[in-house]
C-alpha cells in the first residue's frame, strides 16, 4: 500500500489526510473526520523446506510474480495463525503435502519489500504431494537436479543452500538473515 | 481491523463487500466497484532484553494497554525495517538506549491477537537511558527485584524468565514459542 494512494477512510468514508499523528514519529494515512490511523507495515511470509528420501519438495509457480518459476511451499500469514500453522497451510494448499519433523530454520528479512520470511524444515509425512491452485507443478529434486537458475526468490535460492550446507554440516541451524536489494 | 467494520474503498471510496475473491478460500474486505483487495495480516513486534552490570533493562508503560505496568522496549516492526533494526530503534525510542552484541533470541507467537514477537538480547553500550515518550520510567533491575506482578504482559514475562534460565545455563539459545490465550 502507497501511503499517498489512499484517499477514503475505510470506516467513515470521508477524505484520508497524511500527517504525523501526535505522539508518533512519522507519516501515516489519517481520517480528517473519524482521526482513525491506517497503519501498513511488514507482512510475514511462513513456508516449508521438506526432504523426502534424499530429494526436496519444490512447486512450480503458476501464479504472478515469478509464474513458472520455481519456489518452496510458502505464503502470507494469516491472522490468528502461528507461523508454524501457517507454514503448514501453505505447504497443503501449494503443494499437497503434509510435513513432519518440522523445525524453524530461517527467518529471512527482506526489507525492500517489507516480507520477513519465517522457513520452517523437515520431512514429508508420506510421499504424498499434488500441485494446489497457485502451483503448476510439484516435484521432488534431488541436490544435483535443483534448478538454480529458475527459483522464483533469492530468499529461496538462500534457503536451498542454507539447507545442503547445514546438512553436509550434520546439523540443520536457525538462520537469521537479511536480503536487501534497495537500489 | 474487523473485517465487517470496513465499509469504504480507501482507494475508490465504493462499498466494501465481504467475500471470498476468486482463487482465495477466506473471506477479505473487497471493494464492490475497484475490485480491490484489503487483506489484514499479523504484524511484528521487535524489542530488546538487555543487561548492565548483571541488571535488565525495563521501561514502565505511560500509554494504554497496562500503563504503569512494566515492559521490555519493543513496539511494532516498520515498513522497510529489519526485525534488528526495529529492535534498536524501539529501544532508543521508548529507552533512550543503545546496544550492543544483539543476538536474535525469542520469536513468540501470539495467534489471539495476531502479533509475532521477534525478541533480541545483548547489552547496553553504556549505562545510559532515558523515558522515551511511551515511558514513565526506565530503570536497570537486578534478578531478585524483578517485578514479576507488575509486568505488561505474558510474552515480556516469558522472555525475562527464558532469558535468566539461559543464563544459568551458561547459553544464549534461540526459542521458538507460542502463547495461546484463546478463552
Redesign the interface.
Known amino acids: 500500500m502507497k501511503l499517498t494512494?489512499?484517499?477514503?477512510?475505510?470506516?467513515?468514508?470521508s477524505d484520508?489526510i497524511i500527517k504525523v499523528p501526535e505522539?508518533d514519529?512519522?507519516e501515516r494515512?489519517v481520517c480528517s473526520n473519524c482521526g482513525v490511523i491506517?497503519?501498513?507495515?511488514?507482512?510475514?511470509v511462513a513456508g516449508c523446506l521438506l526432504e523426502w528420501e534424499d530429494k526436496i519438495l519444490l512447486c512450480k509457480r503458476a501464479?504472478e510474480p515469478r509464474a513458472g518459476y520455481w519456489t518452496l511451499p510458502a505464503g502470507?500469514?494469516?491472522?490468528?495463525?502461528?507461523?508454524?500453522?501457517g507454514a503448514l497451510r501453505e505447504t497443503f494448499?501449494e503443494a499437497g503435502a503434509k510435513a513432519k519433523k518440522l523445525k524453524?530454520f530461517l527467518?529471512c528479512?527482506l526489507?525492500?519489500i517489507?516480507q520477513?520470511y519465517?522457513m520452517y524444515c523437515g520431512s514429508l509425512i508420506d510421499g504424498n504431494f499434488s500441485a494446489g491452485?497457485?502451483s503448476s507443478e510439484v516435484k521432488l529434486f534431488p541436490e544435483n537436479e535443483i534448478p538454480w537458475s529458475e527459483i522464483a526468490f533469492p530468499v529461496i535460492s538462500r534457503a536451498i543452500k542454507l539447507y545442503y550446507q547445514d546438512i553436509k554440516n550434520d546439523t540443520i541451524k536457525?538462520h537469521?538473515e537479511?536480503i536487501d536489494r534497495k537500489i
Not at 502470507?76 to 500453522?85: G, Q, R, S, Y
Open positions: 494512494n489512499l484517499k477514503y477512510c475505510s470506516y467513515c468514508g484520508i505522539d514519529n512519522r494515512a491506517f497503519y501498513d507495515n511488514p507482512k510475514i501464479t502470507f500469514l494469516e491472522n490468528n495463525e502461528t507461523t508454524e500453522e494448499e524453524p527467518v528479512n526489507p525492500h517489507s520477513i519465517m491452485l497457485e536457525i537469521f537479511t
